[in-house]
């Protein structure tokens, strides 16, 4: 693994990809970089592309590091270059339980994922960091498909990229972390599934305008300012096809949870990658103002990122928990007024 190994992108990617700059279309120079015809150059990276761009403000800090990296500006840790940690949003401590366990080299499940679930998958897994028995592997909210192109959005280690595969997705999973993306196509091939990735912002999505057949994002969105959420938002407008579908997960400023955390920080404005709770009416309003006719449904109370398929991985505290939120679910699709006090929900949008 390495910069040196520029290999082509993945069979599939190259008529759907666009320059993230003025959405011209991309093809490969003879260094086997990613050109289009207005001079703007991507990198490859062991088949991957690298398609941020530098002119405009990281929604994330180690955005900056995958940029770099992939340029040849820095060169890779050295405990573990082909890991890409300088590119993940974790602690040094958790860099060094990821070397630690890169170097036992035993285990099924990838060390990185390991380490990453406490960023992806809530706060009931930071009780299991280093120690996961197997991938959490939620239960995406979208119909089965037979094929249709999905874009995960945020992707991280790929777990709602893998759930999209197993409806029956055809899925491209995106994130700005050059070494998470590179963690979901080891652990996408492990579990046998045939998923394309990308490094690429969520706000500049690398795709042909008219393309996606349904968008999903869980954990991403709510974290952007609000003016690059609507940028977002009006770019997963732009990539999907009439008729196409987004499923993007927020946080709801009425859950309990929820105002617990706006109170703890004193209902001060939010700063760098701090959630930011939205109302519900503000939510429908963002989505149908820039997607079309939207819907709002809960997806877990007491908390963000609780899944009833993480059950048999997390504490009996949290999986009581996830008990509760399961049940204010169910409750939420037969009293719907319910929906607006969960502390997660999804807004469900189709593009007219």
């Not at 086997?32 to 150059?41: A, F, I, K, Q």
């Not at 945020?154 to 777990?159: A, D, E, Q």
């Not at 309990?256 to 503000?282: D, I, Q, T």
């Not at 007491?302 to 009996?316: F, Y």
Request: hydrophobic share 45%; charged share 20%.
């Amino acid at each position: 693994m390495g910069l040196d190994a520029r290999a082509p992108v993945t069979a599939g990617l190259d008529a759907l990809l666009a320059c993230p700059v003025d959405r011209r279309p991309l093809a490969h120079d003879a260094g086997g970089w990613l050109v289009c015809d207005s001079g703007h150059r991507y990198p490859v990276v062991d088949g991957v592309p690298v398609l941020l761009r530098d002119d405009v403000a990281w929604t994330i800090g180690v955005a900056e590091q995958s940029f770099r990296r992939a340029h040849g500006e820095i060169a890779g840790d050295p405990r573990a270059p082909g890991l890409y940690l300088e590119s993940l949003g974790i602690s040094e401590d958790e860099r060094q339980g990821i070397v630690r366990l890169w170097q036992a080299a035993h285990g099924d499940i990838d060390p990185v994922v390991q380490f990453l679930v406490g960023a992806t998958c809530g706060i009931a897994f930071k009780e299991v960091l280093g120690r996961l028995a197997h991938y959490p592997i939620p239960d995406i909210p979208l119909p089965p498909a037979n094929g249709a192109l999905l874009i995960d959005i945020g992707c991280n280690w790929g777990r709602w990229s893998i759930a999209g595969a197993k409806k029956g997705y055809r899925v491209v999973g995106l994130d700005p972390q050059l070494g998470a993306v590179m963690a979901a196509r080891r652990v996408a091939r492990q579990l046998g599934q045939d998923i394309l990735f990308v490094c690429a912002d969520a706000r500049y999505l690398p795709f042909a305008t008219g393309t996606i057949d349904a968008a999903f994002s869980y954990s991403v969105l709510q974290h952007f300012g609000r003016d690059d959420c609507e940028v977002a938002v009006r770019e997963v407008h732009r990539v999907l096809k009439s008729g196409g579908i987004s499923m993007i997960q927020m946080a709801n400023a009425l859950g309990m949870r929820s105002a617990y955390h706006l109170a703890k920080r004193r209902f001060r404005e939010p700063k760098g990658f701090e959630v930011r709770y939205y109302l519900p009416g503000e939510l429908i309003d963002l989505f149908e103002r820039n997607v079309g006719k939207s819907r709002l449904f809960a997806d877990c109370y007491l908390g963000l990122g609780l899944q009833a398929t993480d059950r048999n991985l997390v504490s009996p505290m949290s999986r009581a928990a996830i008990g509760v939120s399961e049940a204010a679910k169910q409750a939420s699709a037969v009293f719907p007024p319910m929906r607006r006090l969960a502390d997660s929900v999804y807004l469900e949008s189709v593009k007219a």
